[in-house]
Structures are given as C-alpha cells and as structure tokens.
C-alpha cells in the first residue's frame, strides 16, 4: 500500500466513525431490587406504555434510545400490598462516548449511526434499591366505633362538665 491509500483509509475512518455505537450498546440491564423482597414491580416509559411487569428482585434489559435523537425515560412503580408504593424514574443523559464523534470527526457517527441505534444515549442508573414503608393504618377500639347522638338535654350534669365545644 502507497502512503495516499493509508491516508485514504485513516481518514475514512474518523470521518465514518460512530464513538458510542462502538463502545456502548442500546439497551441496558438494570436490577431492581426492595426491601421486603418479592413487591410487584411496574416499568412504563414516558409515553405511560407498560415496558414490563416482575416481581422483585429482578433484572430487566431497557432500551436506552427512543427514536432517532431520543433517548429514553422509564418510571419504575414498586408495590406490595401492607406497604406504601413507591415510584423512582430512571432518567436518560447523554453518553459521553457520542462526543468522541466530534473529537475524531465521525461526521455519519453523529448524525446518523448513535442517534438511530440510541447509543448516544445512556440511563441514568442500572440499579434501584426500594425500601418499602408499612402503611400507617388506624386501629380503632371496638367501642369508639358506636355513634350515639342525645340531646344536650339528655346528658347528665357530671358529663356536660366535660364535653367540648366544637366550632
């Protein structure tokens, strides 16, 4: 090979280059994990379109592109009956490695081949950690639960000392 068909063949290179479809992939795998274990788990994405449903814990493979130039954010809903629900959003940022596209000049890797696969995108976090809270219910004595309603008139003299007006 002659020195203008090497040149040729570098600079093919950096300007057909893709940085982040080459370091990184389109999906990725994200645990779940709560506390108890075993809660229903949830996963919509930003349209409210379920993405899947697992009991915890459990690991999913969530796409990090949504369309060319759109990235990806799902909600995660953690429920399990006894125990208050909780919701954590996994949000998208821009992967680092797209920007190697305008460092070594991949011109078709920043306008064509990162943004259609979604590989200039990346979730923020691979794993979520839910620490389920009991519900707070209210116990109530079996007597409070009879309601009697008398005239004021009717109420002797030693409770009429202690009732409470109520505005």
């Known amino acids: 090979m002659n020195v203008r068909t090497i040149a040729l063949m570098i600079i093919a290179f ?5 940085c982040a479809s080459i370091v990184s992939k389109s999906s990725r795998e994200v645990t779940i994990r709560s506390s108890p274990e075993q809660a229903d788990v949830i996963i919509t994405d930003e349209k409210g379109m379920k993405i899947h449903q697992a009991k915890t814990p459990c690991t999913i493979t969530l796409a990090t592109g949504g369309g060319y130039f759109q ?3 799902y909600t995660v809903r953690v429920s399990k009956e006894g125990f208050d629900e909780q919701t954590v959003v996994i949000g998208k940022s821009l992967n680092p490695w797209y920007l190697g596209n305008v460092i ?3 011109l078709i890797g920043i306008l064509i ?6 590989c200039m995108w990346k979730l923020d976090t691979d794993q979520v950690n839910v620490s389920l809270s009991p519900k707070k219910t ?3 004595d079996k007597d409070y639960l009879n309601l009697t309603i008398v005239l004021l008139e009717d109420v002797p003299d030693h409770l009429r000392a202690k009732m409470v007006r109520i505005k």
């Open 104 to 106: 070594f000049g991949g």
């Open 14 to 18: 950096f300007i057909l280059a893709s």
């Open 138 to 140: 209210l116990k109530l």
């Open 113 to 118: 081949v990162d943004p259609a696969t979604g």
């Open 71 to 73: 990235g990806k954010q």
